[in-house]
């Protein structure tokens, strides 16, 4: 069974930073397209940013200018480096592959940006 972990998430002051991994069990140098998603309490969950095979990236109006995904094939490991955080980014953050995760969702981690 494909595992995702993800990792990186904690308290963080408003303004701060925070970066994200998730490493897959699988090669994912196959998937065309890796995502990060939040779920807010109360919330769907909605994805962040996507990146491609070959490194094009797209991103949610919630993380443009603040968020940038990376993906290291080699490493199977997906990146999510977060900048100017605000409160409304408290979520748990996972990934899987995009537009939709059709992978097993892993336990997600948890990220909280409050003073």
């Known amino acids: 069974q494909v595992q995702l972990v993800e990792s990186g998430g904690e308290l963080v002051q408003p303004g701060g930073s925070l970066r994200l991994s998730c490493t897959a069990s699988?090669?994912?140098?196959?998937?065309?397209?890796m995502g990060w998603y939040r779920q807010a309490p109360g919330k769907e969950r909605e994805l962040v940013a996507s990146?491609?095979?070959?490194?094009?990236?797209k991103y949610g109006d919630s993380a443009k200018g603040r968020f940038t995904i990376s993906r290291d094939n080699a490493e199977n490991t997906v990146y999510l480096q977060m900048n100017s955080l605000e409160p409304e980014d408290t979520a748990v953050y996972y990934c899987?592959?995009?537009?939709?995760?059709?992978?097993?969702w892993g336990q997600g981690t948890q990220v909280t940006v409050s003073s």
């Open positions: 899987n592959t995009a537009p939709k995760g059709f992978l097993a």
């Open positions: 699988i090669n994912i140098m196959g998937i065309a397209m």
């Open positions: 990146i491609t095979r070959g490194g094009t990236t």
